[in-house]
């Protein structure tokens, strides 16, 4: 089955900056999802994607799916403390699949 | 809506013993759950998809007799570690949908196991 690769793996930004995190696939998913983790914490479902060349907003975080629906893309702008965890992408293991395929996650840290 | 329980939150058990997680879907009828194993600074791992009424579908790897998985009702999934050794130490989350192929996940605050 498919693999979802996520870069980068760590980041460290300063507060008030924008950062981006990339996820890419080997074959086209039928849709993407984001979720973040807080530390300690699990899993918490940010949102999907299906379109193709879809854009979604969320206040301060713009998510993206690619034209070919092979990679997507989690902007977020004026980094707050609040913004501190590890964001995983997720696409389906095949097609036709609803089993979800983890990226390996990029963790984000701030300075105040 | 859309709340996954998990039970217990945190378990400290002696190596060769057996421990059972509970996973629940609170407000929803969850049709498949997902059971997926953590560790520290890692991705999610999945180990096995289990659906009401029917035997848990286990991921490469993953020991069905080691790990037994119980989804009893549309509500309840249960994950027993058998013979728990220190290795299977881990962060252990369960998640819910209802069922297609875009559903969303919901995931369970998870289950800390600490094996001595």
């Known amino acids: 089955g498919q693999q979802v690769m996520q870069i980068p793996q760590y980041q460290h930004v300063q507060e008030g900056e924008d950062f981006t995190t990339y996820c890419n696939s080997s074959?086209?998913?039928?849709?993407i999802q984001w979720y973040k983790q807080r530390p300690g914490g699990h899993p918490v479902f940010l949102i999907q994607?299906?379109?193709?060349?879809e854009v979604k907003k969320q206040k301060r975080l713009t998510f993206q799916f690619g034209e070919a629906k092979k990679n997507s893309s989690l902007h977020i702008t004026a980094t707050q403390t609040t913004d501190v965890g590890t964001y995983f992408c997720a696409g389906p293991l095949t097609s036709n699949d609803y089993k979800l395929s983890f990226g390996a996650g990029t963790t984000v840290t701030v300075r105040a | 809506g859309a709340v996954v329980s998990q039970h217990p939150s945190r378990v400290i058990c002696k190596s060769g013993t057996s421990v059972k997680i509970e996973c629940r879907s609170l407000d929803f009828q969850a049709t498949t759950m997902f059971w997926y194993r953590q560790f520290p600074k890692q991705s999610l791992m999945l180990m096995a998809t289990s659906n009401e009424g029917s035997k848990a579908t286990y991921e490469q790897g993953v020991e069905k007799d080691k790990f037994l998985i119980n989804h009893a009702s549309l509500t309840l999934s249960t994950l027993t570690v058998t013979s728990a050794h220190p290795e299977d130490s881990s962060f252990y989350i369960c998640?819910?949908?209802?069922?297609?192929?875009?559903?969303?996940?919901?995931f369970g605050p998870g289950t800390r196991l600490l094996v001595l």
């Open positions: 998640s819910a949908n209802g069922g297609g192929a875009l559903e969303t996940q919901y």
């Open positions: 074959t086209t998913l039928s849709n």
């Open positions: 994607l299906v379109k193709s060349g």
